[in-house]
């Protein structure tokens, strides 16, 4: 069916079940937090007093639910205050989709008001940049961004839309795809096809360095942490994650496998740590 473009550009987020937004509204954008609004209902937007906190926002939403993040930001200085965000959330494997608008195709590297280079900028900080110039791509580049953002390791993916893209009298063809089967559509098929979309398994061998670094620091604070933490693994696994919690250590949201588990806990229990 036919719909506003920047509809489906909201449809996508939903597909993605995205239900919170980060960001900060300016020129080239308004056209976007114009549909935002009437997805108020389905997508709450958190907006912040400047971008680089609302890509930080989008950072520590990600961390915390173990979904993907999402900020948006305008062309220009908008886009080159979400720096900072991008580069941390590069380096600590976040994964989050900034999206920005830029100047009109026609103006586009013409040193117009308000452009920057910013897919050039984030090159080096992201897993992969897109500046989307048909709108009849939006569907297709949308389902890729959240695909390569949370696949493998993590990290940030930046979305730059030129701003003729999103007037409001440009409709494309979109059909509603839910994310556990939109892998298989589009470009996103042939990408599944030529790399390995998938959490890399652990490596055994980085786990047994860890184990030996750990038994020959001399950390007292830490020596007594791991003596909980095999007397825990000798009770059950629901303590192990109460004494990280406790000690404020990272617990992520999807728990080790069973064999990682035995693993590291036969480590514990054969007295290596």
Not at 67 to 92: E, H, Q, W
Not at 214 to 227: H, R, Y
Not at 242 to 271: C, D, M, N, W
């Amino acid at each position: 069916m036919k719909i506003r473009a920047t509809a489906a550009i909201m449809e996508c987020l939903l597909e993605q079940e995205v239900d919170t937004v980060f960001g900060y509204p300016g020129g080239t954008i308004l056209n976007l937090y114009d549909e935002l609004y009437n997805y108020k209902d389905k997508i709450h937007h958190v907006l912040t007093a400047h971008e680089q906190g609302a890509s930080h926002a989008a950072d520590g939403y990600a961390r915390s639910t173990g979904k993907v993040g999402v900020c948006f930001a305008t062309s220009g200085p908008g886009a080159t205050n979400l720096v900072t965000g991008i580069a941390t959330a590069y380096m600590d494997s976040s994964p989050i989709v900034f999206i920005t608008c830029n100047v009109t195709e026609q103006t586009l590297g013409k040193d117009a008001f308000q452009e920057v280079d910013i897919t050039g900028i984030a090159m080096p900080i992201t897993k992969a940049t897109y500046l989307v110039r048909d709108a009849q791509t939006i569907p297709d580049v949308m389902r890729q961004a959240f695909a390569v953002a949370a696949t493998g390791r993590p990290g940030p993916v930046l979305i730059d839309f030129v701003k003729n893209v999103t007037f409001p009298n440009v409709e494309i063809d979109y059909e509603f795809v839910p994310w556990t089967e939109n892998r298989k559509c589009g470009s996103l098929k042939s990408l599944a096809d030529s790399h390995d979309l998938k959490a890399p398994e652990p490596n055994i061998g980085d786990i047994n360095t860890l184990v030996d670094m750990i038994a020959q620091s001399e950390n007292k604070e830490l020596k007594q942490t791991l003596k909980q933490i095999r007397n825990a693994c000798e009770q059950s696994q629901e303590e192990l994650y109460q004494i990280a919690r406790e000690k404020s250590y990272y617990v992520p949201a999807s728990k080790a496998t069973e064999e990682e588990v035995a693993h590291v806990k036969g480590l514990f229990t054969q007295g290596t740590l």
